[in-house]
């Protein structure tokens, strides 16, 4: 049965990502090939994996093609603000999809649906928050911006309502795409 990933600011070829985030890689190679033996471990050919946002630095503009093609599985971007030159190579033919944000059903492995809102972008009163659905974003890293995120939804689960907001960051899951299934244990 063919499953759907996540990830996010994989930041592919950006040498200061490492410091920035302090990735236990020791060079923008190292951190290269381990993401990407790391996703294609988990991922098999027939599953989608959703990029929510900053896939590759534009370091890599010659051969983005050729990374994103020796990733297994059916890549979708959702784009972040850091996917700019990649939408001018010829890169863009190794997406199913493209797009600026997005609203799935995904089926968890007992086979409940779930609703999915999926941005770069962290969004506090998305669609269908009042309805149990989930925002899966990326682009705060590990910084202030991204405490802020849990303050902003610490406070909205406060006021009585339900959200259920995930940075699906690379950094945050080891480096892998992870499952919904994987996200959401807290939940369930």
């Known amino acids: 049965m063919p499953r759907t990933f996540f990830t996010s600011d994989l930041h592919l070829g950006h040498a200061?990502?490492?410091r920035f985030d302090k990735r236990p890689f020791e060079t923008v190679e190292e951190m290269d090939a381990e993401i990407i033996r790391r996703w294609n471990e988990k991922v098999?050919?027939?599953?989608?994996?959703?990029?929510?946002?900053?896939?590759?630095?534009?370091?890599?503009?010659?051969?983005?093609?050729e990374i994103i093609h020796s990733l297994?599985?059916?890549?979708?971007?959702?784009?972040g603000n850091h996917d700019k030159f990649l939408l001018k190579t010829d890169a863009v033919q190794e997406f199913e999809e493209i797009k600026d944000y997005d609203e799935i059903t995904v089926r968890?492995?007992?086979?409940?649906?779930?609703?999915?809102?999926?941005?770069h972008y962290y969004i506090p009163l998305y669609n269908?928050?009042?309805?149990?659905?989930?925002?899966?974003?990326?682009?705060?890293?590990?910084?202030?911006e991204s405490r802020?995120?849990?303050?902003?939804?610490?406070?909205?689960?406060?006021?009585?309502l339900l959200t259920n907001v995930f940075n699906?960051?690379?950094?945050?899951?080891?480096?892998?795409?992870?499952?919904?299934?994987?996200?959401?244990?807290?939940?369930?």
Not at 48 to 65: C, E, M, N, P
Not at 72 to 79: A, R, V
Not at 108 to 119: F, G, H, K, Y
Not at 168 to 188: A, F, H, S
């Open 72 to 79: 297994k599985g059916k890549k979708i971007l959702i784009k």
């Open 44 to 65: 098999h050919r027939d599953d989608t994996v959703y990029v929510i946002g900053d896939f590759l630095w534009s370091s890599h503009k010659q051969d983005a093609r």
């Open 128 to 144: 269908g928050f009042r309805r149990g659905a989930v925002h899966l974003h990326g682009h705060s890293h590990n910084t202030d």
């Open 148 to 160: 802020l995120e849990r303050e902003i939804a610490k406070f909205i689960r406060h006021e009585g």
């Open 108 to 119: 968890l492995a007992d086979n409940d649906p779930v609703r999915c809102v999926l941005s």
């Open 16 to 18: 200061n990502v490492i």
């Open 168 to 188: 699906v960051g690379c950094m945050y899951w080891n480096y892998y795409p992870v499952t919904l299934d994987e996200i959401l244990p807290g939940l369930r």
